[in-house]
């Protein structure tokens, strides 16, 4: 079992970002995605710098991924998207299918990213022929149907030939809008935003009239609104042959969740999780935002 870090999906300053991955290289973390996924105006780090980062990372020895856009909407972010591919050795993740066909036609292999719809063994099969390397599970399926697709694979004779990561801990991204909300919520337009996303480093709360935390938003991007939190289910993913297990930036103490997380394969143990701001109901195939403990 491996341990990741995903990319960050809140626009951080600049400093932050290279504060947090200076203390990530140094972490346990085996493999750590980069890049912006949620927003191309999110400019503190542009692609030059997140491959040159992606570069500096590699040079210590983690396995690096260069992640891309989840939804591309104009051709500016489409060149952005091309240069990430073109970056020579930095393996991508691909959000989007118009990275899945770039990196097809330039036969270089990907990683598929939890933004694309990847539900089923025929699809799995057309993104293996496309160049598919690893496939991170889409954030709302659970272990059982995790557990049937990984052994239609097998009964199929491809489950050697691609590597499964599962979004473990974190907000979890469940939609992307051509709007902003974060702007909205500023009553500006999403053209004249003024970055207000930066004021928000982990999302802008939403409740319900039932004080229920119902989503966070985040730009463009619509987000639980319960912490995702799958650290009793280290064992269960170890047996269903999980490959990587992915811990989403929150802040810095994500690295201390990722030492927890690890060290579960040595000491097992329950870790009760907190009802008020955790979640595991996709995992359990309940409602996402609810809570069953094991």
Request: aromatic share 8%; glycine share 6%; with cysteine.
């Amino acid at each position: 079992m491996q341990f990741s870090l995903g990319p960050i999906l809140y626009f951080w300053a600049r400093k932050d970002v290279q504060d947090f991955y200076r203390q990530a290289i140094n972490s346990s973390a085996d493999i750590i995605y980069l890049g912006e996924t949620v927003c191309s105006k999110r400019r503190e780090l542009k692609a030059d710098d997140w491959i040159s980062l992606a570069r500096e990372i590699s040079a210590q020895g983690k396995q690096v991924v260069l992640s891309t856009m989840a939804l591309l909407e104009s051709p500016t972010e489409l060149n952005t998207l091309r240069k990430l591919i073109d970056n020579h050795d930095i393996l991508i993740e691909a959000n989007d299918l118009s990275a899945v066909e770039i990196a097809r036609q330039k036969q270089l292999p990907f990683v598929v990213g939890p933004a694309i719809n990847c539900y089923n063994l025929a699809t799995l099969k057309v993104l293996l022929s496309q160049g598919m390397r690893r496939w991170v599970m889409p954030v709302e399926l659970s272990g059982d149907w995790l557990s049937r697709l990984l052994k239609e694979a097998k009964d199929a004779g491809i489950r050697e030939q691609f590597e499964t990561e599962i979004f473990s801990y974190g907000y979890i991204p469940l939609a992307y809008s051509a709007r902003c909300f974060t702007a909205r919520a500023e009553n500006r337009p999403k053209d004249d935003c003024r970055y207000c996303c930066i004021k928000h480093p982990n999302g802008l709360m939403m409740k319900s009239r039932e004080a229920e935390k119902v989503f966070r938003l985040n730009g463009i991007q619509t987000m639980s609104g319960y912490c995702y939190n799958l650290i009793n289910e280290v064992g269960a993913m170890q047996n269903l042959g999980v490959d990587i297990m992915r811990l989403s930036p929150e802040s810095p103490e994500t690295l201390q969740q990722l030492e927890a997380f690890r060290q579960q394969l040595s000491t097992p143990s329950f870790t009760p999780l907190e009802k008020e701001i955790e979640c595991n109901g996709y995992w359990h195939q309940i409602a996402g935002m609810s809570m069953q403990e094991v």
